[in-house]
C-alpha cells in the first residue's frame, strides 16, 4: 500500500523522501509513505488558495449530494477501511468497524447541515436611525481550512473536518497524523471518486515542518487542529490573525458515588478505558471512587479488566491491541514505574509486549504523579477514593485539562449539581467520560481545546455571517 500527498489534482511520489509504514502488532511493513517537500506544502497552499472561489460556487444542494455519495461509497468498503486502520494502529478491528461506521455518519450529518446555513432578517426600525432599513445575514465559506489530524481515530476525525468545512463551501488542506497516511490516502481517493471537485482538497504528508508551513501562511484562514498541548501552543505562536479551533486532550474524570449500580459502572469503565489502547482523549483515566463502596467496585473492575482479550487486532473478539508504536509503549511503563515509586499500587497489567501493554489498574496513585496529573494516552485506569462529592469535584477541576466527566449516582439534584460544578465541556450522568454522539457539539475548556466539533457546529467555525442591508428609498 501507498500512502501519498495529493497537490493540485496529482498524486505525488518522492523516492528520495519516503518512510516504510509497519504494523505495530505484527511488526511488518505493510507500506510506504511518500512525504512532501516545502515546495509541494506551497504548491498544496497555492492549490486550495486557487480553488475556493469554485468550492464556494458550488450549490449547497451539490454539495450536500457528494457528501452523501462520499458516505454510501465509505458504506460500502466498511470492511476495506477498517482493516486499514487495524493494520496501521493496532487498533482491535471491532472498534475500527465501528469507526467506520461513525465517520459515515459524520459525513451523512455534513450533508445535511450544508442545507441548512440560515441567516435572519433583523428590522431596522429598532432604532430611530434605522425606520427605514432592514437586514439580512447570510453564512458565506472562509475560504480555505486547514485540517490537521491524529492518529487515534485516523478517519473519523477527518470526515469531522473535511465534512464541515466542504459542507461550508470551504477548500481544505489536509494534513494527517504521520502514523495514519494510509487510512487518510484511501479516504481521499473516495471523496474524489464521490465527486469532490479535484482542486478542492489537497493532502500533504509531513511532519512538524509542514504543520509550521502550513498554519503561519496568511492564504490560509483556518486551522481545524486535533492533538496535543504543545504543538498547539506551537500552532498559536504561528498562527497569526486567523481563526484556530483547537480540540486538545484530557485527563477524563469518572466518578462512582456510594448509591450508583457499581456492577454497571465497573464495566462500562473497564470497556471505556482500555478501547483502542486508552489512545482517546475522553478515554477514562481517573476513576473516583466513594470510600464506601471503593473495595468493591474495585474487585469488580479488576475482574472486569482481567476478561478483556489482548491480541491480534484484526480477531473480531479482541478487546485491546497494540499502542501506535513501542516508543509510546515503553512511555507507559515509565509513567506506571513512577506511580508505583510514589505510592501506587499495581492491582493488575503493568506489563509490556513490544507495543502492547497489559490493561493497567493503579489504585490511589498521589494527585501529583503523571497518570493522574497528565494525559495517560495509553490503557492505564487509576481508581482513587474520595470522602465527599465535594471532594471528588475539586479532584476532577484541579487539572489543566477540560474536556469530559462522567458521574454514576441515582440521585438527581447530585448529578445537577456535579455537573454545574465542572469545569469541563461535556458531562455525561449514568456513564463514563467516553461517551460521544458525533452529532452532538465537542470540545472542552482550559486546555482541552477552543471551538466545538460536530458537522454543526464547526460549520458556524468554518464559516462567516455577512450582512447586507436594504435602505427604502421613498
Given at each position: 500500500m501507498l500512502a501519498q500527498s495529493y497537490v493540485n489534482g496529482k498524486w505525488l511520489e518522492n523516492e528520495d523522501n519516503s518512510l516504510s509504514i509497519y504494523n505495530p502488532y505484527t511488526k511488518e511493513e505493510i507500506g510506504k509513505q511518500f512525504q512532501a517537500s516545502e515546495a509541494d506544502v506551497e504548491n498544496a497552499i497555492a492549490s486550495a488558495y486557487a480553488a475556493k472561489k469554485e468550492v464556494a460556487s458550488i450549490p449547497a444542494h451539490e454539495r450536500a449530494a457528494t457528501l452523501k455519495k462520499a458516505?454510501?461509497?465509505?458504506?460500502?468498503?466498511?470492511?476495506?477501511?477498517?482493516?486499514?486502520?487495524?493494520?496501521?494502529?493496532?487498533?482491535?478491528?471491532?472498534?475500527?468497524?465501528?469507526?467506520?461506521?461513525?465517520?459515515?455518519?459524520?459525513?451523512?450529518?455534513?450533508?445535511?447541515?450544508?442545507?441548512?446555513?440560515?441567516?435572519?432578517?433583523?428590522?431596522g426600525d429598532t432604532s430611530s436611525r434605522g425606520t427605514k432599513a432592514i437586514a439580512a445575514t447570510f453564512r458565506v465559506p472562509v475560504g480555505v481550512v486547514a485540517a490537521i489530524t491524529p492518529f487515534n481515530a485516523p478517519l473519523n476525525l477527518v470526515a469531522h473536518k473535511i465534512g464541515p468545512a466542504f459542507a461550508g463551501g470551504n477548500s481544505v488542506i489536509l494534513k494527517p497524523a504521520t502514523p495514519a497516511t494510509l487510512i487518510a490516502t484511501e479516504f481521499v481517493k473516495l471523496l474524489l471518486e464521490a465527486g469532490f471537485p479535484k482542486t478542492s482538497i489537497n493532502m500533504v504528508l509531513g511532519r512538524r515542518d509542514a504543520v509550521q508551513q502550513i498554519v503561519k501562511d496568511?492564504?490560509?484562514?483556518?486551522?481545524?487542529?486535533?492533538?496535543?498541548?504543545?504543538?498547539?501552543?506551537?500552532?498559536?505562536?504561528?498562527?497569526?490573525?486567523?481563526?484556530?479551533?483547537?480540540?486538545?486532550?484530557?485527563?477524563?474524570?469518572?466518578?462512582?458515588?456510594?448509591?450508583?449500580?457499581?456492577?454497571r459502572a465497573a464495566k462500562m469503565c473497564a470497556r471505556t478505558g482500555y478501547s483502542n489502547s486508552g489512545q482517546s482523549c475522553i478515554s477514562v483515566q481517573r476513576v473516583y471512587v466513594h470510600e464506601s463502596v471503593i473495595s468493591e467496585f474495585t474487585r469488580l473492575f479488576k475482574e472486569e479488566v482481567e476478561a478483556l482479550k489482548v491480541g491480534d487486532p484484526l480477531l473480531p473478539d479482541t478487546d485491546v491491541g497494540s499502542m501506535v508504536d513501542e516508543a509510546n509503549a515503553k512511555r507507559i511503563m515509565d509513567w506506571i514505574d513512577e506511580a508505583v515509586s510514589m505510592g501506587a499500587e499495581v492491582l493488575s497489567g503493568g506489563q509490556r509486549d513490544g507495543a502492547i501493554v497489559k490493561p493497567t489498574?493503579?489504585?490511589?496513585?498521589?494527585?501529583?504523579?503523571?497518570?493522574?496529573?497528565?494525559?495517560?494516552?495509553?490503557?492505564?485506569?487509576?481508581?482513587?477514593?474520595?470522602?465527599?462529592?465535594?471532594?471528588?469535584?475539586?479532584?476532577?477541576?484541579?487539572?489543566?485539562?477540560?474536556?469530559?466527566?462522567?458521574?454514576?449516582?441515582?440521585?438527581?439534584?447530585?448529578?445537577?449539581?456535579?455537573?454545574?460544578?465542572?469545569?469541563?465541556?461535556?458531562?455525561?450522568?449514568?456513564?463514563?467520560?467516553?461517551?460521544?454522539?458525533?452529532?452532538?457539539?465537542y470540545g472542552g475548556v482550559k486546555y482541552s481545546g477552543i471551538?466545538?466539533?460536530?458537522?454543526?457546529?464547526?460549520?458556524e467555525e468554518m464559516t462567516e455571517m455577512k450582512m447586507i442591508v436594504y435602505q427604502i428609498v421613498d
Open positions: 458516505a454510501q461509497l465509505l458504506e460500502e468498503r466498511k470492511e476495506q477501511f477498517a482493516k486499514i486502520i487495524s493494520q496501521e494502529l493496532g487498533k482491535p478491528l471491532r472498534y475500527t468497524l465501528d469507526e467506520v461506521t461513525r465517520s459515515v455518519e459524520t459525513l451523512e450529518l455534513s450533508a445535511e447541515e450544508a442545507k441548512r446555513l440560515f441567516g435572519e432578517t433583523l428590522p496568511d492564504r490560509v484562514n483556518v486551522i481545524s487542529f486535533t492533538g496535543g498541548l504543545v504543538a498547539s501552543k506551537n500552532i498559536c505562536q504561528l498562527a497569526g490573525i486567523k481563526k484556530v479551533l483547537l480540540e486538545l486532550g484530557g485527563n477524563a474524570s469518572t466518578i462512582v458515588h456510594e448509591d450508583a449500580d457499581i456492577a489498574v493503579l489504585l490511589r496513585p498521589p494527585h501529583h504523579s503523571k497518570v493522574v496529573c497528565d494525559e495517560v494516552f495509553g490503557p492505564i485506569v487509576s481508581v482513587i477514593p474520595y470522602k465527599t462529592i465535594e471532594e471528588a469535584i475539586e479532584a476532577t477541576n484541579n487539572s489543566e485539562f477540560g474536556l469530559q466527566a462522567g458521574i454514576f449516582t441515582n440521585q438527581m439534584d447530585l448529578a445537577y449539581k456535579f455537573a454545574q460544578a465542572l469545569e469541563v465541556g461535556g458531562v455525561v450522568i449514568n456513564g463514563t467520560s467516553n461517551f460521544r454522539l458525533d452529532h452532538w457539539p471551538g466545538r466539533e460536530g458537522p454543526r457546529y464547526a460549520i
